[in-house]
């Protein structure tokens, strides 16, 4: 299969290309690098010290002799590009990526919160639209999040894979008809309001034309390496531990392993959805290498493989480290606790078995962490982007 990956540089990306360079499809990357051009307006970089992309690629050829090509262009700016692109190289697949993915970064400012919508919105919508120009039967697989749904309380209730059965009453007032419908949208920040319109956008363009779209509710990420990327040094993956692009679970452990606090938001009684680096990487060879039929409506799968909440979390380094935690007033905007009961069975009927948290890979990490422990810059550490404009500095983040 030939695979454009839009974002093929970044976090979830960089595992994925690999992964399914080394399943023996032909992969491209499309990224402008935004990412990396954030660490520099942050002044935050990854702990671990990621090559330059060609240095990556280069690697990469080096140990398995396979060509990855890198196209440097920004999905949401220059739709000319992006479909000549297309047209030229004619990819079965495209994996879109190209998100800004950051819940803090968009709640930073006017200027981030825009920033957010233009570049999330308009890359999905020129994929899409470019799709339909191209006139090639293209399946695109979209990483969303399970933000999408809301962290509300839940109130008994079990948050499906993407569609719901409800009952509408009849124009005569009388009856009720069963109706399947989306989940309904609850979004936390500007970076989940974007993952609610691309929904719309996907909803759109496959029932006016039949474009066949996957769209996976990913919970937070954690780990950093995958098979793939352990294969060379060069290949070694980016870990975010900053206030804005770091996800929780990761932040724990490397606070752990340099002997900072761990940071509670609040009480720490927000529950979240969880899954494994090298999870998100089967889950995405699963999805791409069983596409969805033709005429089928978006599908729309959970991928996750765990809940936790924050305290608890919290509570399992800290009893498995020794270190000390710390609760600090919450930036966000959000119920002070939730639970998150969800299904997410569609991935594993389809083949994955869950990487689910255990000592031994989270020690993996925090032997990352204190291996690379010399680049942390603590001031790097507090979430200062505030939801509202009331509230004061708080030290954590939940990330993306
Ligand atoms: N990391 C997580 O915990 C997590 C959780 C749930 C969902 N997701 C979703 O998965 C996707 C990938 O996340 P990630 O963690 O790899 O993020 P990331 O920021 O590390 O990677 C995104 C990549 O897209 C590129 N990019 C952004 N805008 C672009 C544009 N306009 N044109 C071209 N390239 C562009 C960036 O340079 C970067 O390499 C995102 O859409 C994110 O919302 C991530």
């Known amino acids: ?3 454009m990956v839009l974002g093929g540089d970044g976090f979830c990306g960089w595992p994925i290309v690999l992964h399914m360079s080394a399943r023996g499809h032909e992969v491209m990357i499309v990224d402008n690098l935004a ?3 954030a660490d520099e307006e942050l002044k935050a970089g990854s702990l671990t010290p990621i090559c330059s992309l060609p240095d990556r690629l280069n690697a990469w050829h080096e140990i398995t002799e396979r060509r990855i090509q890198w196209f440097d262009l920004d999905v949401a700016r ?8 297309i047209e030229s190289q004619q990819p079965d697949a495209i994996v879109h990526l190209a998100e800004q993915r950051s819940a803090p970064y968009s709640m930073k400012s006017p200027r981030h919160k825009r920033y957010t919508v233009e570049n999330n919105v308009s890359a999905t919508h020129n994929t899409l639209c470019a799709i339909v120009e191209s006139g090639l039967d293209i399946h695109l697989v979209h990483i969303g999040t399970m933000g999408v749904y809301g962290y509300g309380s839940g109130g008994g209730t079990l948050i499906p894979e993407g569609y719901l059965t409800v009952e509408v009453p009849t124009s005569d007032g009388i009856g009720r008809v069963a109706k399947e419908i989306r989940h309904p949208t609850d979004p936390g920040s500007i970076y989940h309001m974007t993952k609610c ?3 719309d956008l996907f909803h759109y363009y496959n029932k006016n034309d039949q474009i066949r779209i996957t769209d996976l509710h990913q919970g937070v990420v954690w780990g950093t390496n995958t098979e793939d990327t352990l294969r060379d040094e060069r290949l070694i993956n980016r870990f975010d531990y900053d206030g804005d692009y770091g996800t929780v679970l990761n932040r724990f452990l490397m606070q752990s392993a340099v002997g900072h606090p761990l940071t509670v938001h609040g009480t720490g009684g927000q529950t979240r959805a969880f899954i494994h680096i090298q999870d998100t990487v089967r889950c995405l060879a699963l999805a791409l290498e069983n596409p969805p039929e033709h005429g089928e409506r978006v599908r729309i799968f959970n991928q996750m493989t765990e809940t936790h909440r924050v305290a608890d979390l919290a509570k399992m380094i800290a009893d498995m480290t020794g270190c000390k935690i710390e609760y600090v ?3 966000r905007n959000e119920a002070p606790q939730n639970e998150l009961p969800a299904t997410a069975k569609n991935l594993q009927s389809m083949g994955l078995t869950p990487t689910l948290l255990e000592s031994g890979l989270m020690k993996e990490v925090i032997d990352i962490a204190q291996r690379y422990g010399d680049h942390y810059d603590p ?3 507090p979430c200062r982007s505030q939801w509202k404009a009331s509230k004061t500095d708080a030290s954590a983040g939940i990330g993306s």
Not at 78 to 85: H, R
């Open 1 to 3: 299969m030939k695979i």
């Open 35 to 37: 990412r990396r051009k």
């Open 78 to 85: 220059d739709y000319d590009g992006l479909l000549d692109l």
């Open 197 to 199: 319109l691309d929904q």
């Open 329 to 331: 007033d919450n930036p």
């Open 379 to 381: 001031d790097r550490i």
